[in-house]
């Protein structure tokens, strides 16, 4: 009985198994003909089922914080203007034109005429004051970036002047970030609370529904200024926390798609003919930080030796499995500003130990590397770096703390070396200047807490000039003065990966500010 | 009846509240004595000092701790959880909205891991030490071995992808999409329970074989399904129980991760990402719901026991 009972579960497994493989076939070469299909005309209708790693916060422009929220703000709302795809510069979006003053102080807007908000009213001049107005107030978390401007005024009800504080080259990109993004005056007569669970904006899609954690949607909004468009009956934001679950979504239709596949998937999933891997620019920065407040990074010659022990290619080879550039400047190639003749010290470590020689540790010492938890990139690209400094002396251990714990370290300038990464909201470099390389500039010099006096003075000019060429001189020599210094190591320049359906077409993202570009994206029927 | 069953169950119930105020206390404390912090989580590394203070102190969180905790304990005697300072909403809203996946899923992974371990533990027993007895004795240390993230990859890799016979994950949205998106992460809890259930049936059916009962009803002359039936299989059935019982109070653990793996939107999915973005009041409000669940899982199995045994009370 028992024999027979065991002869039929085999029997069974066997027979799953070879199905399996068989259908695994199937599937895969009938996806791989109807790939080539000539399906290339949009069509309209579908919704979009994106799946994301985290959900959105808060979902107002004013209050949104990390890119989970800004990328879903921007599918609601419209900016001024907007950064074009290649993030290389601005192109018209509520407003038509626009045009500094003689005496720099102030910059005047007109808008255009036939725009509606998602509940049918007109949008005018006296929404666009009470937005900018509204976002500017430094307690907000991206209420600096509006630091600049002394006031908002109508005109009339479709051109706005914008006057600054003092002559403020970077205006134009500030009003074209998310935070800027124009509401409703008054946001129409409700409450700040109130606005937030039914929001209301001029851009592509509207608010329909949120079950917080799990997932938000979003419909067409059929006051859409751009003819014709969107091509999609709208947009599911799904969180789904693992990668691996993501990545299955797509592969078996449920998900269009999977946001921030972990790189060392991505050759078998190439492999996977339903699925497509996109690759789009991005302005993300990724760096090996020292934190001035431990005592020997504060030594120049230390910094430097660090500097000569990164291994930049093992690590791309390690973590983005190649899929990355070794990383020249604290600047991404992708923004204004970035000189790609910058020198970097390079793998030596024949040179790291002269320059430790020369240091107040000739002989080395103990550190420690700080890693976020559940992050293998960091905890490999430690262990490669860890092996190097061993070489040359310093003794570094591997100290692994959880996400939100790495982060207080950071702020306070609490740990000794540890990882952490930029990406830029903006199509100017001033914002990331700021926050990477001034010490006062809001991220304290993106937590090394090193102070640099040459670079702060250099930042305020260049925000201040309005001729390119100087702007671009000055973005240059503090890139060199930084890179001399070295209280970061900038370690590499890694694209924005996304894996899609084959389904889905013309999804894209921007190449500087990684927000999703849904207007056109249609779904094949 | 009063004194075998409601006497105890009211005992019990009144115990919980001990027990559930050491939970939020052992919790609180340890949320607080993690490094972390969530304001600074929810406005992102360029927010501003003053960002940061105002939504500190609009969050609380610039009271002192045993304020804090105090206004949590204040509130619960209320029925009141608190709101979730991430969700942006009342956290019991939250919670109900979380509790019917991980229920359903508790339930079906259950049933499933009854109904794959107690055929095969009966089968086993019919010829100790014979070759499908052996053979399950190393399968099931095997799958022991087996995490249930691993499992659980495998499932999807088999049944959604290569198959196609079931979403890969998520819960849809109506009650038909529900009941289907819970199969697969049901099978892997109930393939995790198998080890734990089939080594338990196995040895209460060898219990009561050997019992004197058994040898007393073959003197008699009783026919083998009878004796089968009301001599071993009965008397297993009691023994079971309470290890069923007891298994779903350690179930909670392995849905945390299943959810995870399987998207589903349940308490255990909530938990995690509560935990790591560091909703203090969430997280308390979740352990304190998963506390009384598992008490009151203990509690029932405890009347169902005593209900199946005629000889004894609950204590």
């Known amino acids: 009985m028992s024999k027979t009972f065991l002869g039929k579960m085999s029997a069974a497994a066997i027979a799953i198994t070879a199905t399996a493989t068989i ?51 921007e599918q609601m709302f419209d900016t001024l203007l907007t950064p074009s795809k290649d993030g290389t510069k601005l192109e018209p979006s509520l407003a038509t034109d626009y045009k500094q ?9 007109n808008l255009r005429k036939d725009v509606k908000f998602s509940d049918g009213t007109n949008m005018t001049a006296k929404d666009v004051v009470f937005s900018i107005k509204t976002a500017s107030d430094p307690d907000l978390p991206f209420g600096f970036v509006n630091e600049g401007i002394k006031n908002v005024e109508a005109v009339d009800d479709y051109t706005v002047k914008i006057i600054t504080k003092s002559p403020w080259a970077p205006l134009p990109s500030d009003v074209a970030l998310f935070s800027n993004a124009i509401v409703p005056a008054n946001y129409g007569g409700k409450s700040l609370k109130e606005f937030e669970k039914n929001p209301v904006g001029t851009g592509p899609f509207m608010f329909k529904e949120w079950k917080k954690g799990q997932s938000l949607s979003l419909v067409k909004n059929p006051h859409y200024w751009k003819a014709n468009r969107p091509y999609l009956d709208g947009v599911t934001f799904t969180t789904v926390g693992e990668d691996n679950t993501r990545l299955m979504q797509v592969r078996g239709g449920q998900a269009h798609v999977d946001e921030g596949p972990s790189f060392t998937t991505l050759d078998s999933v190439k492999k996977d003919s339903s699925v ?24 120049q010659h230390v910094r430097a030796a660090v500097g000569h022990s990164v291994d930049k290619e093992s690590i791309i080879k390690a973590v983005l499995n190649g899929n990355g550039t070794p990383a020249n400047s604290f600047l991404a190639p992708t923004i204004w500003g970035y000189d790609k003749n910058q020198k970097v010290r390079e793998y030596d470590l024949d040179k790291a130990k002269e320059e430790l020689k020369k240091s107040a540790y000739p002989n080395g010492f103990d550190t420690t590397i700080e890693v976020v938890a559940g992050d293998s990139g960091q905890q490999t690209t430690a262990q490669i770096v860890q092996e190097s400094l061993k070489k ?4 570094a251990k591997i100290v692994t703390k959880d996400d939100s714990a790495a982060g207080n370290d950071r702020v306070n300038g609490t740990y000794d070396m540890a990882f952490t990464l930029s990406t830029t909201d903006i199509s100017d470099p001033d914002e990331l200047v700021k926050f990477v390389a001034v010490e006062s500039g809001g991220a304290n010099a993106m937590r090394t807490f090193f102070p640099d006096e040459k670079i702060t003075k250099w930042a305020s000019e260049a925000a201040a000039a309005t001729d390119n060429d100087k702007r671009l001189d000055l973005y240059s020599k503090i890139q060199t003065e930084f890179n001399e210094q070295q209280p970061l190591v900038p370690l590499y320049y890694s694209p924005n990966i996304y894996i899609t359906s084959k389904k889905l077409h013309d999804f894209a993202v921007n190449e500087e500010t990684g927000a999703y570009l849904l207007t056109d994206a249609w779904i094949e029927k | 009846m009063f004194q075998r069953f409601i006497l105890p169950t009211l005992k019990r119930l009144v115990t919980l509240i001990p027990v559930a105020l050491g939970v939020c206390l052992l919790t609180f404390l340890l949320l607080h004595v993690a490094p972390g912090d969530p304001v600074r989580l929810a406005l992102g590394d360029k ?19 045993w304020v804090q905790f105090l206004d949590f304990v204040v509130g619960i005697f209320h029925g009141d959880l608190g709101d979730s300072i991430t969700l942006n909403e009342p956290t019991a809203t939250a919670i109900a909205q979380r509790l019917p996946p991980t229920l359903l899923l508790m339930a079906g992974g259950t049933l499933i891991g009854i109904v794959l371990a107690l055929p095969l533990a009966i089968l086993s027993t019919k010829k100790i030490g014979g070759f499908f007895d052996e053979f399950m004795r190393v399968f099931v240390a095997l799958l022991q071995g087996i995490p249930s993230f691993v499992l659980g990859t495998f499932v999807i890799i088999l049944f959604g992808l290569q198959l196609k016979w079931m979403p890969v994950g998520g819960y849809g949205t109506t009650l038909m999409d529900h009941l289907v998106s819970i199969v697969l992460p049901s099978i892997t809890i109930g393939i995790g329970l198998i080890p734990v259930l089939f080594r338990g049936f196995r040895q209460a059916i060898l219990d009561s074989l050997e019992s004197d009962s058994v040898a007393f009803g073959k003197a008699k002359g009783l026919p083998d399904g009878l004796l089968k039936r009301d001599y071993v299989i009965r008397p297993a059935a009691v023994d079971t129980v309470n290890l069923i019982g007891l298994q779903l109070g350690s179930l909670v653990g392995g849905v945390v991760i299943v959810e995870n793996v399987f998207a589903i939107p349940g308490m255990g999915n909530l938990m995690m990402s509560a935990i790591l973005s560091r909703d203090f009041p969430l ?5 304190i719901v998963f506390a009384a669940l598992v008490t009151v899982i203990y509690l029932l199995t405890d009347i169902c026991y005593t209900a199946l045994d005629p000889r004894g009370s609950m204590s």
């Open chain 1, 23 to 73: 259908l695994a076939g199937c599937t895969n070469n009938s996806a791989g003909t109807s790939a080539s299909g000539s399906n290339d005309k949009p069509v309209s209708g579908g919704t979009l089922i994106f799946a994301r790693g985290g959900d959105a916060g808060n979902i107002v422009p004013t209050e949104a914080g990390g890119n989970d929220s800004i990328f879903v703000v």
């Open chain 1, 101 to 109: 003053s003689d005496d720099q102080l102030s910059w005047t807007f």
């Open chain 1, 276 to 299: 497509n891997v996109l690759t789009f620019g991005s302005s993300q920065t990724d760096y090996l930080i020292m934190s001035n407040k431990s005592k020997p990074f504060k030594d």
């Open chain 1, 392 to 395: 040359i002396g310093i003794n």
């Open chain 2, 47 to 65: 927010a501003s000092a003053e960002a940061i203070a105002t939504r500190r102190h609009e969050w609380g969180l610039d009271k002192p701790l």
């Open chain 2, 283 to 287: 997280v308390q409000g979740v352990v």
